[in-house]
């Protein structure tokens, strides 16, 4: 089946590190990513893995994907107000020569001070 | 270097009628997807267009069409609206895996 869940909601202090996760069904998966979405607006690529990868670190985003427990996890360091979004996981899954993204439903990070 | 644009920004229109929506993808992208985005959801594939054919469709009935022009922008057409209809409708642009998502347009159907 398609689908991928996430928890609704995570606040955090300023400062503090976030952890969003997701839980994803496709095994054949070829990418997993998180998107970030502000009020109002399109979504932002924040970073992305590579199916066969455990761990990528990009500045004050680490992902950690876990394959046998299909989890997949964003973490900010040194939360900002800034940070203040809806993060979306995705994963796409190619068939053929076409390529398709399925959402979670998104986790709304609120940063307090 | 300009991201992928979509026009118009927001929309409203009443049920029964139809509307085109459009998309021009980022400069070096050659595919297009469409997705809505309903309140409170995350975005629903709709389909892709590549070299001007769909090539591959998601969930949603007949009434969604699109088509993509030798410059590589597209448009997404709707018809016969229904109130159901209304959400943010984003268009990605790729070229390869990453998809890059435009700033949406909001359709409210009354």
């Known amino acids: 089946g398609e689908d991928v869940e996430q928890s609704l909601f995570l606040s955090v202090r300023e400062g503090d590190s976030s952890v969003i996760n997701c839980t994803y069904t496709d095994s054949s998966s070829t990418y997993l990513y998180w998107y970030k979405q502000e009020p109002g607006a399109g979504l932002q690529l924040l970073t992305y893995i590579f199916s066969n990868m455990d761990m990528k670190q990009d500045q004050r985003l680490t992902v950690l994907l876990n394959k046998k427990d299909k989890h997949l996890s964003l973490r900010i360091a040194d939360t900002q107000t800034g940070d203040s979004a809806i993060y979306f996981c995705?994963?796409?899954?190619?068939?053929?020569?076409?390529?398709?993204?399925?959402f979670g439903t998104g986790t709304r990070l609120q940063v307090t001070l | 270097d300009a991201g992928v644009t979509q026009s118009p920004t927001h929309l409203i229109k009443t049920r029964g009628q139809q509307v085109t929506l459009r998309c021009s993808p980022k400069?070096?992208?050659?595919?297009v997807s469409w997705y809505q985005q309903a309140l409170g959801q995350g975005p629903q594939f709709i389909f892709q267009?590549?070299?001007?054919?769909?090539?591959q469709r998601g969930n949603f009935p007949d009434r969604f069409s699109g088509h993509q022009f030798p410059n590589y922008s597209s448009e997404l057409n709707v018809n016969a609206l229904l109130l159901g209809d209304s959400a943010l409708y984003l268009c990605?642009?790729?070229?390869?895996?990453?998809?890059?998502f435009g700033p949406g347009t909001r359709l409210t159907v009354l």
């Open positions: 990605a642009s790729s070229r390869g895996t990453l998809q890059f």
């Open positions: 267009y590549y070299e001007e054919e769909e090539r």
């Open positions: 995705a994963e796409g899954r190619e068939t053929g020569t076409a390529s398709k993204l399925t």
């Open positions: 400069s070096g992208h050659d595919t």
